[in-house]
């Protein structure tokens, strides 16, 4: 049971990770953000992370993503993947990246296979093998070593003991893995975000080697990413029919911030973007979205508000709702009630959303 060290109301739904409770956040945004913030700072000093986005003067801007930091010599940026030596950035690149990966035979557990060509009828013939499940095929799962967001609730939180290790895989070592059998390629992590350099420069040679047959590029992402690299991701992932998945995790900017550290402005001009482009296909959809149903942060009113925003780009982008198991500094909650989970199910449908459905359902409790 955590403690709300603002109201002092104690609850099984209040987690000491970001030490505030959901009403606190609400009402006193700026003092919950404060406490906050300091276990953010706590988190990332961990794994020797640096414990906020840094704008030095005199430094080096990086405009990768929302954080845009300006790095002085001898640091990192917020991602831990870029170093200041010497007045010129250093380490990961369009040719060299941190990440590991693995065949994941399809259909599999992707937060798009309900809709996706991998996992279901959708875009066959055009970019799937089988009118249905591509069985006896594989999804080249890519996983980045580092993110652009300290989610304090973080799933894959493991990937921080990875970011500043010196090990860096080349392009062509990735693309080896591309084999007969793979008919798509998912970035994930960590996030893709802060090595879209790589990732979009080894899907370009994956596709030109490999044109003759079908490839799908796929993302999940926070979405975090300058616009030009967004771009670049839907050209790429709406050619080969693949998907990019968001993960939509709070609609108020406050609470956002409290779970990441970080703003979702980015995020959210971001989806609209991809999202009103993604018209142009609709058989598969180039966009989904997601949420984490986090106990006693994400509610009724979160859902209600990111729903009501996806409807006004398009009702028809397919949205899950996901079941939360306990992680990182969030490992004090519960899992997700089968009651939460139905109320803000029957929410986004009430919004207007025409293709809505529940995610790990195991997990409801």
């Given at each position: 049971m955590g403690r709300c060290n603002l109201c002092n109301r104690s609850s099984t739904t209040?987690?000491?990770?970001?030490?505030?409770?959901?009403?606190?956040?609400?009402?006193?945004?700026?003092?919950?953000?404060?406490?906050?913030?300091?276990?953010?700072?706590?988190?990332?000093?961990?794994?020797g992370l640096p414990p906020e986005p840094p704008h030095a003067q005199d430094g080096i801007k990086c405009p990768v993503c929302v954080n845009e930091c300006s790095i002085?010599?001898?640091?990192?940026?917020?991602?831990?993947?870029?170093?200041?030596?010497?007045?010129?950035?250093?380490?990961?690149?369009?040719?060299?990246?941190?990440?590991?990966?693995?065949?994941?035979?399809?259909?599999?557990?992707?937060v798009a296979d309900w809709v996706c060509p991998g996992g279901s009828d959708a875009g066959y013939p055009q970019?799937?093998?089988?009118?249905?499940?591509?069985?006896?095929?594989?999804?080249?799962?890519?996983?980045?070593?580092?993110?652009?967001?300290?989610?304090?609730?973080?799933?894959n939180w493991h990937f921080r003991e990875e970011t500043l290790k010196p090990d860096t895989v080349k392009v062509e070592e990735l693309l080896s893995?591309?084999?007969?059998r793979t008919s798509c390629i998912c970035y994930f992590g960590g996030d893709p975000t802060p090595q879209l350099p790589f990732a979009l420069n080894a899907s370009?040679?994956?596709?030109?080697?490999?044109?003759?047959?079908?490839?799908?590029?796929?993302?999940?992402?926070?979405?975090?990413?300058?616009?030009?690299?967004?771009?670049?991701?839907?050209?790429?992932?709406?050619?080969?029919?693949?998907t990019i998945k968001?993960?939509?995790?709070?609609?108020?900017?406050?609470?956002?911030?409290?779970?990441?550290?970080?703003t979702n402005e980015r995020t959210i001009e971001n989806f609209a973007c991809a999202g009103a482009r993604g018209k142009k296909r609709t058989s598969p959809p180039l966009v989904v979205a997601s949420t984490l149903l986090v106990p006693g942060y994400i509610d009724e009113v979160e859902i209600r508000g990111i729903a009501k925003f996806i409807a006004s780009i398009?009702?028809?982008?397919?949205?899950?709702?996901?079941?939360?198991?306990?992680?990182?500094?969030?490992?004090?909650?519960?899992?997700?009630?089968?009651?939460?989970?139905?109320?803000?199910l029957e929410v986004a449908k009430a919004e207007g959303l025409q293709r809505v459905r529940l995610g790990n359902v195991h997990l409801l409790r």
């Open positions: 209040i987690s000491g990770g970001p030490g505030v409770c959901l009403q606190c956040i609400r009402k006193r945004p700026d003092e919950a953000l404060e406490i906050a913030y300091e276990t953010h700072r706590k988190s990332r000093r961990r794994f002085p010599e001898g640091s990192y940026g917020y991602c831990g993947l870029k170093r200041n030596e010497k007045g010129r950035l250093v380490g990961v690149s369009s040719q060299v990246g941190k990440l590991s990966w693995y065949h994941d035979p399809l259909p599999t557990n992707c970019y799937s093998y089988t009118k249905g499940p591509e069985y006896g095929y594989k999804n080249l799962a890519v996983f980045f070593h580092a993110c652009t967001l300290n989610c304090l609730y973080c799933q893995a591309v084999d007969a370009r040679q994956a596709v030109k080697r490999h044109r003759e047959r079908i490839l799908r590029i796929c993302y999940e992402t926070n979405g975090t990413m300058n616009r030009a690299l967004l771009g670049e991701m839907i050209e790429l992932s709406g050619q080969t029919g693949g968001f993960d939509l995790k709070a609609w108020d900017d406050t609470l956002h911030r409290v779970l990441t550290g970080v398009d009702p028809e982008i397919p949205y899950s709702l996901l079941a939360y198991y306990p992680h990182f500094y969030m490992s004090d909650l519960s899992l997700t009630t089968r009651d939460l989970a139905r109320r803000c």
